[in-house]
């Protein structure tokens, strides 16, 4: 169904601007499709070019926010859902058109959400209060206390929800960041099957961020366990997701040139999703290293395999 609304967003801007609208209002009622919606965006302007993306964009912000006035909804939740999902991935995609690099792309995803993160400590004092109170209210006016901290100390509860508190900023310029980059990568999967079949699978098995980037993403990380500052944690949280995308590249280069099922695969997306971070960690720290260890040589067969995107 998402491929058969691709191949019709990529006939012109109106048919992209209803695409992209229809599924960021549907959006409001079911998260995921907030990735497919960016990802209509990302493939108009890699399709169709910047002039008609941008016209795209501005038919789709206008009817999203006449269709949210109209059904008694906020007018300003469609826009806010389009500044923090449509704006990197539409970078990420000018980037990708330009260059031709998904590597290059995907960097300059990351390196809009740590300006925007940057910017939120600059602009925000203490960003960890805010969620406190954020916390605080939920839980005390809403009555949803969880179940699982019921009968439990309440230094012990207030202890956890400090350490929420201060890694809640890192939490969502990550999720952030993780919308956008898989955005593009639906996106190019769509662009790849409706004009250069197999086009992706190639790109993404040798994505690689470089020595440079793994560098400065290692001491990011590291500082942020020695200085334990907020804004590293934050930081060391958008490099893990970040990197985390190179350790997938690693793992679909592996399983496709040794010809292993696609079952290692399942299962790695599946500890992602139920350990995750203990999961996305170790898959990032992978990517950080492999600047250095080069996994895909050392362990791959170097031949083409049946490995799939």
Excluded at 43 to 70: K, Y
Excluded at 148 to 158: C, F, I, K, T, Y
Excluded at 192 to 220: K, Q
Aim: net charge positive; hydrophobic share 60%; glycine share 8%.
């Amino acid at each position: 169904m998402f491929q058969a609304l691709a191949g019709y967003a990529v006939r012109g801007s109106l048919q992209a601007a209803l695409v992209a609208s229809s599924t960021l209002l549907l959006s409001l009622v079911l998260p995921p499709l907030v990735v497919v919606s960016s990802a209509i965006v990302a493939l108009a302007w890699l399709r169709l070019g910047a002039r008609a993306g941008g016209i795209a964009v501005l038919i789709a912000v206008v009817a999203s926010t006449f269709i949210a006035i109209a059904s008694g909804l906020q007018p300003l939740a469609p826009t806010a859902v389009m500044l923090s999902s449509w704006l990197p991935v539409i970078v990420m995609a000018v980037v990708l058109r330009a260059t031709i690099s998904l590597d290059l792309a995907i960097l300059a995803g990351a390196a809009l959400v740590v300006i925007g993160l940057l910017c939120v400590y600059l602009v925000v004092p203490d960003p960890a209060a805010n969620w406190r109170e954020f916390f605080s209210v939920v839980m005390e006016n809403a009555n949803l206390r969880p179940r699982a901290l019921e009968g439990s100390d309440p230094e012990q509860v207030r202890a956890l929800l400090e350490k929420a508190s201060v890694m809640m900023t890192g939490f969502y310029a990550a999720t952030l960041f993780l919308i956008a980059a898989l955005s593009l990568l639906l996106a190019r999967a769509w662009q790849a099957r409706l004009f250069n079949p197999g086009g992706l699978r190639r790109e993404f098995h040798d994505l690689r961020f470089g020595r440079g980037a793994s560098i400065a993403g290692l001491v990011v990380v590291i500082a942020a366990q020695l200085v334990q500052a907020e804004l590293l944690y934050s930081l060391a949280m958008v490099v893990v997701a970040v990197f985390a995308f190179q350790g997938m590249a690693i793992a679909h280069s592996l399983v496709g040139s040794r010809g292993m099922a696609r079952g290692w695969l399942i299962g790695v997306y599946v500890l992602l999703v139920f350990l995750s971070p203990e999961s996305l960690l170790i898959v990032g720290l992978a990517g950080l290293t492999d600047a250095w260890l080069d996994f895909r040589n050392r362990f791959g067969n170097n031949v083409p395999g049946d490995g799939q995107i």
